[in-house]
T-cell receptor
Framework: GQNIDQPTEMTATEGAIVQINCTYQ??????LFWYQQHAGEAPTFLSY????GLEEKGRFSSFLSRSKGYSYLLLKELQMKDSASYLC???????????FGQGTTLQVKP | EAQVTQNPRYLITVTGKKLTVTCSQN?????MSWYRQDPGLGLRQIYY???????DKGDVPEGYKVSRKEKRNFPLILESPSPNQTSLYFC?????????????FGNGTRLTVT
């Protein structure tokens, strides 16, 4: 079966760097997504990794290691508005199924 | 403006009373999907559709129906709602096949079944 694990909660300080990890077990891996979800709102797309390595997009970067079943989302220069849940999602096979982790709630403190 | 529109945003109903949550996208996306979000369980896929007249079960399809008669619309139907279907529901669409391009989410429908 498929399984995705993320830490439930994290706390970091404004201006700092935080790394949110995601480990997964799946067959027929197609790609891994990261989404951001503010409380009471819809998830919004942050990044997509299909090959090993680091994808950088402004203050946010995402890393993937397919052999280890591991990804992380790196947030730099944290701002208060980065307080949100971060969802890791894995697609496997060409079926259109997408499995989400439970999400990591990040609290940024002044 | 490119968007996914869900209605209603909030719905309170009673057990057994059939309801439909509508979802429409204006981006000409082939892929559409329904999720429910519950505390501690994350987003779970209910049904998805990779094209018109093509629908498939996700991980939690029991108690739900969908249809895809036109590309833009993907309604979620609860024939006989029960309290365990109280949840936050999201519709989403994608330009790819769901596994290789980002999802665009609607604003959600908070359903309470008493």
């Amino acid at each position: 079966g498929q399984n995705i694990d993320q830490p439930t909660e994290m706390t970091a300080t404004e201006g700092a760097i935080v790394q949110i990890n995601c480990t997964y077990q799946t067959s027929g891996f197609n790609g891994l997504f990261w989404y951001q979800q503010h409380a009471g709102e819809a998830p919004t797309f942050l990044s997509y990794n299909v090959l090993d390595g680091l994808e950088e997009k402004g203050r946010f970067s995402s890393f993937l290691s397919r052999s280890k079943g591991y990804s992380y989302l790196l947030l730099k220069e944290l701002q208060m508005k980065d307080s949100a849940s971060y969802l890791c999602a894995v697609s496997s096979g060409n079926t259109g199924k997408l499995i989400f982790g439970q999400g990591t709630t990040l609290q940024v403190k002044p | 403006e490119a968007q996914v529109t869900q209605n209603p945003r909030y719905l309170i109903t009673v057990t057994g009373k059939k309801l439909t949550v509508t979802c429409s996208q204006n981006m000409n996306h082939e892929y559409m999907s329904w999720y429910r979000q519950d505390p501690g369980l994350g987003l779970r896929q209910i049904y998805y559709s990779m094209n018109v007249e093509v629908t498939d079960k996700g991980d939690v399809p029991e108690g739900y129906k969908v249809s895809r008669k036109e590309k833009r619309n993907f309604p979620l139907i609860l024939e006989s709602p029960s309290p365990n279907q109280t949840s936050l529901y999201f519709c989403a669409s994608s330009s790819g096949q769901g596994y290789n391009s980002p999802l665009h989410f609607g604003n959600g429908t908070r359903l309470t079944v008493t």
